[in-house]
Nanobody
């Protein structure tokens, strides 16, 4: 059974940092790109960042460019999201997901291209 478990969420003040982790189990995802999305109340799910299967290529949404960094450790079947300079508008539930393909590109931001999803972890940024 495939399982993705996010951790690291919490409450932080604006300008602070948080590091999220997503551990995958049930199968190995080293051959697939992985991504992070977020969803705030009343809003659509938003693409945050994605990373290729090898970790050599990344993509990120415009709202987080220069502040969030995605990385992965294939030996641990884990993907990370380092979030810096957090803003109140970054508050949301953050989800990790496994892409259907190894590479990231124009389809990285499309939720329909992801085959597996975690349950999410809440991030709240206070002003």
């Amino acid at each position: 059974q495939v399982q993705l478990v996010e951790s690291g969420g919490g409450l932080v003040q604006a300008g602070g940092s948080l590091s999220l982790s997503c551990a995958a189990s049930g199968r190995t995802f080293t051959n697939y790109a992985m991504g992070w999305f977020r969803q705030a109340p009343g809003k659509e799910r938003e693409f945050v960042a994605a990373i290729s299967s090898s970790g050599g290529s990344t993509s990120s949404g415009d709202s987080v460019k220069g502040r969030f960094i995605i990385s992965r450790d294939n030996a641990k079947n884990t993907v990370y999201l380092q979030m810096n300079s957090l803003k109140p508008e970054d508050s949301a539930i953050y989800y990790c997901a496994v892409h259907r393909w190894p590479a990231v590109g124009a389809r990285a931001a499309n939720p329909a291209m992801y085959a597996y999803w975690g349950q999410g972890t809440q991030v709240t940024v206070s002003s």
